[in-house]
Nanobody
Framework: VQLQASGGGLVQPGGSLRLSCEAS????????MSWARQAPGKGREWVSR????????AYSDSVKGRFTIYRDNAKNTLYLQMNSLKPDDTAVYYC??????????????WGQGTQVTVSS
């Protein structure tokens, strides 16, 4: 299993970024996926989750209404569209694969992370 996250960078407050996570080594369309983040000096925080077919999603309260998770199973790619970014969104963002199609199951595979910095 390989998960390759990309799309991070430096953005001003109020700006947008789209993260991508390219998956390989497993049947992407069969598993729930998620995004999590870790800010400096803090623990890893779950951000958003999506089921295998993309019809069911969940978000943390801190990003609800600003971030959108979606997936393209034909391209084996998971996305996170981040709008109205705030300095508190600064973190390393990770994609992860669940044990099965249940978005609340254990996430057992993690990508390497991509840095998002929100600053003026």
């Amino acid at each position: 299993v390989q998960l390759q996250a990309s799309g991070g960078g430096l953005v001003q407050p109020g700006g947008s970024l789209r993260l991508s996570c390219e998956a390989s080594g497993f049947t992407f369309s069969g598993y729930a996926m998620s995004w999590a983040r870790q800010a400096p000096g803090k623990g890893r925080e779950w951000v958003s989750r999506i089921n295998a077919r993309g019809g069911f999603t969940a978000y943390s309260d801190s990003v609800k209404g600003r971030f959108t998770i979606y997936r393209d199973n034909a391209k084996n790619t998971l996305y996170l569209q981040m709008n109205s970014l705030k300095p508190d969104d600064t973190a390393v963002y990770y994609c992860a694969r669940a044990r099965n199609d249940n978005i609340y199951s254990t996430y057992i595979y993690w990508g390497q992370g991509t840095q998002v910095t929100v600053s003026s």
